[in-house]
Each structure stands twice: as structure tokens, then as C-alpha cells.
């Protein structure tokens, strides 16, 4: 499984965006399931929602089943909280620290994201980094 960032959701929905194409190109070639979490849903969701088909067009790609909602518990939420306490200084958002947890739960060793400044420097439970695309 592909962990899917919020940038490529936006990415892939708006026409002007300067990542479009490069993000498109790269969920072609992908053969592997995609997954995501819901505070990367909300973050996306919150982007979008500037444009008036944006949401819709949002729910119709996670509707499509081409991007799975992967679960967050309780048991998540301390780790969560210690990653985003260690990468304060970037900061770590929500999202970014639900998908290096769900990595670290799944063994999920990939992230579709244009955020490489800050998933270079994240590190997954021994010093595993991700490998990121595209």
C-alpha cells in the first residue's frame, strides 16, 4: 500500500496547480492500493472547498474506492502526539503525523505526497525513513 498526503489530493483536483501534472503522471503509473486518514481528508477537504465542485469532486475520488480510508483508534493517538511533539520544529501537523503512525502500524514503507521538505526529515520506529513519491 501507497499512503496518499493531502497535496496530491489537491493536486489532483485543481487544473492551475503547479504539482498537477507530476502528480498525475505518478497515480498512472501506480499499481499499489492507496491509502489515506481521515485528518488528511479533512485537510484536503478544507483546501478544495474554495472551489465549488472541489468537495464534490473530492468525495467522487474517494468514492471511487481508488483511495482507501485507513483507520485511527485510540491506541494511535499517544504516538501521534509523541511525533508531533519530536518534529515540533518543522511543525508536524495532524495529517503528517496520522500517516508516519499509520506507516509505522501497517509497515507501509511509501507516501504519494509533495511535501518532501518535511517527510526527508520524519522518521518511522527505527530510523526507517519513507520512500516518497512522486
Known sequence: MIL??????VALLAERDQHR??????????????????????EAMFLVGRWAEGPENLWELLGAR???????DDDDHPRMQELMRKY???????????????????G?????TIDRRDFQVYRLIGRRRLRIIP
Open 108 to 112: 507501509i514503507d511509501t507516501v504519494f
Open 88 to 106: 515540533r520544529d518543522l511543525p508536524m501537523d495532524l495529517a503528517d503525523a496520522a500517516l508516519v503512525r499509520v506507516a509505522e502500524r501497517d
Open 4 to 9: 496518499v498526503d493531502t497535496g496530491p489530493l
Open 66 to 72: 481508488k483511495i482507501q480510508t485507513l483507520p485511527l
Open 21 to 42: 501534472a507530476a502528480c498525475a503522471t505518478a497515480m498512472e503509473g501506480l499499481r499499489e492500493p492507496l491509502g489515506t486518514v481521515w485528518p488528511v481528508i479533512a
